[in-house]
């Protein structure tokens, strides 16, 4: 039985030293092969089921009708923001109303039965109330376009009413402040729908478990392949519930792929921010070298807008100190063109049908598209920066941002952890591990981060130089290492579906501060294209 491995993991291992092809033509593989199920040692929540997850709306479920449910539907399902806001603002729709379909959908679909996802951990108990003042204030002044429309978040993102625990036992009672992003989300008057279920600690805890577990949730499952197809990670979670209609919009977060890579996997759009567009004050780390959260929607507008209702100079986070904050990314999108941009396609990936497809969408519509053979660049010493910035930023967390909770250190969580192995972490905690062992000096920890921004940059610099690219684009999360230490953006968008219908994303990566373009360009692929089909296990 094929076991899945972590991510980053996979990444140094198709670019070490020793690896004699180029990478470009052996990219990681963050799909499992539809002929072997997953080795699943755990599959549902200990701490969770449907009962009580539902439990605070269980009246205003029972009053929400099914055919109400049925007329709801067309007017939310696979609908983008601005679709479902002209439905409101015509009389056909509330926010309660809303709110109710996307719980009345996850009482279906997320916990307990033979289709269940479990791709959330916590809803807002209050979600219901504030959706009724949403629809009282509906009509008073201009709002921002995300203003009433439930947005999940990854739990590792703090907020006020729910613990926050990265998926983890130890932390099922962190009760903490709302993070900055969730601060301006609801400053611009988005619903908090609740808690993404995610890979635990952001996917750097166990080596070998399978993406989209964690102890608290349980394991994710993709709707396009229920216990076949893996569902990317470690922002499973938002990803699941956005590709199956239990949630309009998510935020992940990526370190390195957590956000491309589980969009990507279930026919989603995702975009992974340069560092400093998004705080990430209050926001469980890996890595504060690395880390950024981001949106994931079905659409690009979404992800524009959702974007944008994020954004904000945080006085916490100085890397949000020196950007230009920009509060409607979704607003030039109306204008966009790919007429005349110029392409990087890497040529190892062009045997690949869908990407060629991809290719030729974006010749179509305008573009110029450039084949190059792709640098073979290390990253050495990826693994250590995690290592190193998780033993400093994590208990610099619990200090600054962790409620109550007896664990200060990545030391706690694996002592805690060792008292009941088989239920607080069934795969082992090998990259705890690794954490605990390894140690730097200041210089040396500077040269590996420096090494690692240089060498990820030169992947992408060499090319867009000598071929005066707009972009680079690739598939899934196959070059997303060199992006992060490059802490270039990317975005993801639906390309098709494989032979095994494993969904299948086209990449496109840019410079620093270029969200607007790759939004624009992803807007004008997705229309050329339409290539996203709803999972058919998840339609009623």
């Known amino acids: 039985m094929k076991k899945i491995i972590l991510l980053f993991l996979v990444f140094l291992a198709v670019s070490c030293a020793d690896n004699k092809k180029n990478e470009a033509e052996q990219p990681v593989q963050d799909t499992i092969n539809a002929s072997e199920e997953p080795e699943y040692r755990v599959l549902d929540s200990k701490f969770i089921n449907k009962d009580s997850l539902m439990a605070p709306f269980a009246e205003e479920l029972a009053n929400f009708s099914e055919d109400r449910y049925s007329e709801v539907k067309p007017l939310a399902f696979d609908r983008n ?34 289709r269940s996802l479990n791709s959330v951990i916590f809803l807002n108990p209050n979600l219901l109330e504030e959706a009724r003042e949403k629809d009282q204030a509906s009509g008073e002044g201009e709002k921002y376009p995300i203003f009433g429309i439930p947005v999940l978040l990854k739990d590792n993102i703090n907020t006020e009413n729910m613990p926050t625990t990265a998926g983890a036992v130890a932390l099922q009672n962190n009760q903490t402040d709302d993070a900055f992003i969730v601060e301006k989300l609801k400053e611009n008057g988005a619903l908090i729908l609740g808690k993404a279920n995610l890979s635990e600690w952001a996917y750097f805890f166990c080596g070998e478990c399978p993406s989209g577990y964690s102890a608290v949730g349980g394991q994710t499952l993709n709707p396009y392949g229920r216990k076949i197809l893996d569902t990317g990670g470690s922002s499973s979670g938002s990803a699941v519930a956005v590709a199956a209609n239990l949630a309009p919009v998510a935020v992940g977060s990526e370190t390195s792929g957590s956000i491309l890579s589980p969009s990507s996997q279930n026919s989603v759009v995702g975009l992974k921010p340069t560092i400093g567009v998004l705080s990430r004050s209050g926001i469980i780390p890996i890595s504060s ?37 920009i509060s409607n990314y979704d607003t030039p999108l109306e204008n966009s063109s790919l007429e005349g941009k110029r392409f990087g396609a890497i040529r190892g990936l062009l045997e690949d049908s869908l990407y060629v497809r991809a290719v030729n969408d974006l010749k179509n519509a305008g573009a110029e598209v ?143 501060f270029e969200e607007q373009h790759l939004l624009e360009w992803a807007k004008e692929f997705e229309t050329v294209s339409q290539r996203r089909i709803s999972p058919e296990n998840y339609n009623d």
């Open 81 to 114: 923001i601005p679709e479902i806001q002209d439905a409101i603002q015509s009389g056909m729709l509330t926010y309660e109303e809303l709110a109710l379909f996307y719980l009345k959908r996850i009482q279906k679909f997320d916990r307990n039965n033979s």
């Open 289 to 325: 070298t690395l880390d950024t959260p981001g949106p994931i929607t079905k659409s690009a507008v979404d992800n524009a807008i959702l974007l944008s209702a994020m954004t904000g100079q945080d006085p916490e986070d100085p890397t949000t100190q020196n950007t230009a904050v």
């Open 370 to 512: 450039i084949e190059f053979e792709a640098e073979e660049i290390e990253l050495p010493n990826f693994l250590r920066l995690l290592n190193l910035d998780m033993k400093k930023d994590l208990p610099a967390y619990f200090q600054n941002y962790g409620g109550d909770l007896e664990v200060v250190s990545v030391e706690d969580v694996y002592r805690y952890n060792t008292q009941d192995s088989m239920g607080r972490a069934p795969y082992g905690q090998s990259l705890f591990e690794g954490i605990m062992r390894d140690s730097a000096t200041s210089a040396e920890f500077t040269a590996v981060k420096d090494t690692l921004r240089i060498n990820g940059r030169a992947f992408f610099d060499v090319p867009m130089e000598e071929h005066n690219l707009d972009a680079v684009i690739s598939i899934n999360n196959y070059h997303a290492g060199y992006a992060a230490v490059a802490q270039y953006p990317g975005i993801t968008v639906p390309m098709g579906y494989g032979e095994d219908g494993a969904p299948r994303g086209l990449t496109i990566f840019a410079k620093p």
